[in-house]
């Protein structure tokens, strides 16, 4: 089983519903060729009852693309285990808009279906996609187009599913309002692409009974203001949902998206009791970079609200919030050389339910001011695994560390809460000579600085909530003092932690190794 295997088949018909290949003043003849030859790039095969032209228009019924899943049969997989994935539509029309342009429109409902061929208990899932009102509207020149794609209205809804004899209707469904997207091509052994994307709105929603009086489910969400744009290469003739294949042959990716104010609420009624969930978000934001040699992405959030019902437990319900959020993870793909990795995550202004703090602080003795939470990190390894290799499993197995760690960063360490605030930063670079002196591990040589500000004022207050004798804290601060040292100011402490080119650990100044 290889990592990375496969992008999506419920991506590649959003991408062959609003894009298609090129050539130059379309026809639909043409268009109807460069649309089969587009399915074949995103893993498709497509089959069609008829094609008939009338007048300007051509009309291809009985439309079936069947999907690649990717999934190999092998081991784990016996052949006649391996769903099926098509998309079928009763028609797709092309109409020649008499100026070299072609619109393509589906009919008011589709189908999305797979099927489980010998499943014990479910055997299909099917999606009727209604998309009434989308035009795409083909335009350019030989190698170098343009597609253009309006929808005020498309929805997908699952429909009724039998599991174990027992039909289910969920009555979920997925609504998205306000689409507009322009996607730019150009045509070579590398097909680059070039894409803005629009939304006003998603929304989900899902609502039924669990079966033998097991309770019920309800969903809503909502995902208002979503813009996106990207741009990447694809490598001809090769599917696009063998990312393997792909990013071996050149396929790069890179984008960025924005979602405005959402909310996500999920309720669960069971005879253990309620799990009610609210979570709202405002601004958030995402980037991504791949390529056959590194992978990264990023977002930020704002105004992170999550409230929630605890079942089996008498608690009103929790809410824990915070002003903002962020992550961010880059490393490298390729075993070749070292890369770059970072991995960053922060959350500010980050506030608990006062019913969590009451649970083992009544009185309020500890401040309850607002956490900040900070880890920045980044350095540099070599993989010593092959991911896009078939057996990159097998090779994690047998491998007695999967990576080779040449540098490690703390670039930022910031903990504030409860009175208390804790800082450090540092760096160390490895000596890969060296496995002996860390029991197998590169010697790591650099130097870490540490601060730790009102930790004593904090160890008083938990001797005055019970939770520590007196002695338990003078104990405590004299073993602090084996390795922190008093900083300028009150109640600071300071830490500088040394790994020497002689082997050597020093804890300020203060050989311990």
């Known amino acids: 089983m290889t990592y990375f295997k496969s992008v999506g088949t419920a991506t590649a018909i959003a991408t062959l519903m609003s894009t298609t290949a090129v050539y130059a003043d379309f026809t639909p003849e043409t268009a109807w060729d460069a649309f089969v030859s587009m399915a074949e790039t995103q893993g498709a095969t497509v089959t069609a009852g008829a094609t008939t032209t009338t007048g300007t228009t051509l009309t291809a019924t009985d439309v079936v693309m069947n999907f690649d899943t990717m999934i190999e049969a092998g081991d784990d997989v016996a052949a006649e285990d391996i769903p099926t994935v098509n998309y079928t539509s009763p028609s797709v029309v092309f109409t020649d808009n008499g100026d070299g342009t072609v619109a393509m429109t589906f009919p008011d409902d589709s189908t999305f279906t797979i099927s489980f061929p010998d499943a014990a208990e479910l055997e299909r899932l099917s999606l009727t996609v209604s998309t009434p009102d989308q035009v795409s509207t083909f335009s350019g020149e030989p190698a170098d187009y343009t597609v253009a794609t309006i929808a005020d209205t ?5 429909d009724p599913i039998t599991v174990d004899s027992i039909t289910l209707d969920t009555k979920t469904a997925i609504v998205i309002e306000g689409l507009d997207t322009t996607t730019s091509y150009k045509i070579g052994d590398l097909i680059e692409q070039t894409a803005e994307w629009t939304l006003a709105s998603i929304k989900a929603t899902s609502d039924f009974t669990i079966p033998g009086d097991e309770g019920s489910f309800k969903l809503d969400a909502q995902f208002n203001d979503i813009t996106s744009t990207g741009a990447g290469t694809l490598v001809s003739g090769i599917s696009a949902q063998d990312t393997v294949a792909q990013l071996s042959g050149g396929m790069t990716a890179k984008g960025d998206a924005t979602v405005g104010v959402s909310a996500v609420n999920f309720f669960v009624d069971t005879p253990d009791g309620v799990l009610d969930f609210v979570a709202t978000t405002g601004l958030s934001t995402m980037d991504f970079v791949m390529d056959k040699d590194a992978f990264l992405i990023s977002g930020t959030s704002s105004d992170i609200v999550r409230t929630f019902t605890v079942p089996g ?3 009103p319900p929790l809410t824990i919030a915070a ?8 490393a490298p793909l390729s075993n070749t050389e070292a890369g770059d990795f970072a991995l960053v995550t922060k959350f500010a202004g980050l506030t608990i339910d006062d019913t969590l703090w009451g649970m083992f602080d ?3 003795i500890l401040p309850r001011d607002a956490i900040d939470i900070t880890v920045d990190t980044s350095g540099s390894f070599k993989w010593l695994v092959d991911l896009f290799a078939d057996d990159v499993e097998e090779q994690f197995l047998n491998a007695e560390m999967p990576v080779e760690l040449n540098s490690f960063q703390l670039n930022e360490l910031l903990v504030s809460a409860v009175g208390a605030k804790a800082t450090g930063s540092g760096a160390v670079e490895f000596d890969l000579t060296d496995t002996v002196t860390y029991d197998g591990l590169p010697a790591p040589v650099g130097k870490f600085s540490f601060s730790l500000e009102g930790a004593n004022g904090v160890l ?4 005055e909530m019970g939770f520590l004798t007196a002695e338990d804290a003078m104990g405590a601060r004299m073993m602090s003092g084996m390795f922190m040292k ?3 100011g009150d109640d600071v402490l300071l830490s500088d932690i040394e790994l020497t ?4 650990i020093l804890v300020n100044g203060v050989r311990v190794k």
Not at 154 to 158: F, H, I, K, R, Y
Not at 460 to 463: C, G, P, R, S, T
Not at 501 to 504: C, V
């Open 486 to 488: 008093a900083g300028e």
């Open 323 to 330: 002003t903002g959020g962020e992550f961010g993870l880059a």
């Open 362 to 364: 009544p009185q309020a």
């Open 501 to 504: 080119d002689e082997k050597q």
């Open 460 to 463: 008083d207050k938990i001797v």
């Open 154 to 158: 498309m929805t997908a809804t699952l």
């Open 313 to 315: 437990m008498p608690l």
